[in-house]
């Protein structure tokens, strides 16, 4: 078992201009009902989520990537970053993202659970990172 071999999907909540939408710059699907992104590569789709609290002007918008693999999948991820930057696109406090990892059932248990603790180990910088003490502690 590799890295590189290890699947994952992530889903990246954010807040975009209501004009994007109210223009047909952006279609949002319900929440399991994602709807491509013109702008982003196949199979990142938009949908509502109603847990992300958008400001006045803005609508909640939760991206959400097919299933990516290894150091290509990853490459997608950092470009989908800087493009839905590029459009708008912004978080806020009630923002968050989530990281899917598929695993393969025939790999070793131990391995698995090195992925878990290695995971553990690097929980609290990563809830750092995101600028809030609530979801440090």
């Not at 959400?64 to 839905?84: D, Y």
């Not at 070793?108 to 609530?134: F, H």
Request: proline share 4%; charged share 20%.
């Amino acid at each position: 078992m590799d890295a590189k071999d290890l699947t994952f999907g992530i889903e990246i909540e954010t807040t975009v201009p209501a004009t994007m939408v109210a223009s047909g710059q952006l279609s949002i699907g319900g929440r399991h009902r994602g709807v491509q992104v013109a702008y982003l590569p196949t199979g990142w789709k938009a949908e509502h989520d109603c847990s992300i609290n958008a400001e006045p002007g803005r609508t909640d918008c939760e991206i959400v990537s097919p299933i990516l693999q290894g150091a290509a999948g990853i490459e997608q991820a950092i470009e989908v970053l800087r493009i839905l930057e590029t459009k708008g696109h912004l978080v806020n406090k009630n923002c968050g993202v989530h990281v899917h990892v598929g695993w393969n059932r025939e790999w070793p248990s131990d391995a698995l659970a090195r992925l878990v603790t290695m995971t553990a180990y690097a929980e609290q910088g990563l809830y750092a990172i995101t600028g809030s003490k609530n979801r440090e502690r």
